[in-house]
């Protein structure tokens, strides 16, 4: 019987706290934000029956338009957590192996290890300013490995892995283990500051890249719970189609609908969260700057968070403890590093979700938790 772990993130869908610092997303957009009166007339009209298995063909066409790919090889999916779970059990069988290099969710550790296979992790440190040692990656491939996984852009850091890295890393597959797959989870690839730095999907670099993403984090749509993988290999396609109808049948035509809304107006929505997340950020660097006695950052590259480290000379371990008691007396929360395999003392700081004077507020607070705890 698989067991799955216990999911401490699951606690950032409890009630909101005074200042919510833990999450990586903006606020969320509402039904009426993307529905004409005529959309809703179409939304009223829609028969509560099973969609495809392979998710609604305009909706496709939209996903695939948005990554440089044809609507036949995408699969529209539960969001990106069952993209993964999908081609964990498409690629893996019991014993295969699997390598995941992102510092990221504990989801996609747990989702593949439910498939069956055996799972290592080589995930970048803050150390390594989350950069990728291909060296160390190597150490762990071999015959056996069927399939790695790589969050690019990073989660919760917000780092982008250069396309040399993933070219890189696509030779070193082909010389070690030529029959694996490339699994690019690339959520956050919209995330940018301005719309000059939105890099391409990578998805095209060769027949074994896979990419996943959703409309859940760029586009602030969890609720839909609407994902996608993409997939070239036409063979494998077919059996992710076939794995997704003997997991889910289909997913919601009601959620398939909103979420080609979504993607009609993507332009747009980015456009305006690009602004929220630059103001955001800013406002971080300067509070990062302030206080760079005690703390120290990665600094992200897209995003709605980054990570924080307290200085090791500054905190022990003990001070670390003294550390997230003082956010519970300042009623804030961050995101403990130990979440994403990170140490404690590194924590995920989200500026995307509060409006300026309140994230201002909420860092005011952080940092009287930082003195105090000191």
């Known amino acids: 019987m698989v067991r799955f772990q216990q999911a401490f993130l699951a606690s950032l869908l409890r009630d909101l706290p005074r200042f919510d610092l833990g999450g990586n997303v903006e606020p969320n957009l509402r039904v009426r934000d993307l ?36 609507s036949n090889e995408v699969v529209v999916t539960a969001g990106s ?10 690629l893996c069988r019991k014993g295969d192996h699997v390598v995941i290099t992102s510092q990221g969710s504990p989801m996609a ?13 080589v995930p970048p440190s803050f150390d390594e300013a989350y950069q990728f040692d291909l060296a160390s990656i190597r150490w762990q ?21 250069p396309s040399r890295v993933i070219a890189e890393l696509i030779a070193l597959m082909q010389d070690v283990c030529p029959n694996a797959y490339l699994l690019l989870d690339e959520t956050y690839r919209d995330a940018a500051y301005d719309e000059d ?36 290999d036409r063979s494998l396609h077919d059996h992710l189609v076939t794995c997704k109808f003997n997991t889910m049948i289909a997913c919601s035509v009601v959620d398939e609908f909103l979420a080609l809304k979504i993607l009609q ?3 747009s929505i980015l456009n305006e969260r690009r602004q929220r997340l630059s103001a955001g950020l800013a406002i971080v660097t300067d509070w990062v700057l302030e206080y760079g006695g005690l703390i120290e950052w990665v600094r992200p590259d897209v995003g709605a968070s ?7 000379s500054v905190f022990d371990d003990a001070a670390v403890g003294r550390f997230y008691e003082e956010l519970t007396v300042e009623g ?4 403990n590093g130990a979440w994403f395999g990170e140490e404690a003392r590194v924590f995920r700081l989200g500026f995307g979700f509060l409006p300026a004077s309140k994230l201002l507020a909420s860092l005011t607070a952080l940092s009287a938790a930082l003195k105090r705890a000191r």
């Open 35 to 70: 529905l004409t009166p005529d959309g809703l007339v179409s939304l009223s009209e829609i028969a509560l029956s099973y969609g495809t298995a392979e998710g609604d063909s305009a909706l496709r066409k939209a996903i695939g338009y948005s990554h440089g790919s044809s």
């Open 109 to 121: 550790y747990t989702a593949l290890e439910a498939a069956g296979a055996e799972v290592s992790c």
């Open 197 to 232: 730095r939105v890099f391409p999907s990578f998805v095209g670099l060769g027949p074994k890249v896979i990419s996943c993403g959703s409309v859940s984090h760029c586009l602030d749509a969890p609720g839909l719970r609407i994902g996608w993988i993409i997939c070239r």
């Open 306 to 312: 980054c990570c924080i480290r307290l200085r090791p």
């Open 81 to 90: 957590a069952h993209a993964l779970f999908l081609a964990g059990l498409a």
């Open 141 to 161: 491939l071999s015959r056996r490995t069927k399939l790695v996984y790589l969050a690019a852009p990073q989660s919760p850091s917000g780092v982008v892995v």
């Open 265 to 267: 107006r993507q332009s």
């Open 332 to 335: 804030v929360t961050v995101g």
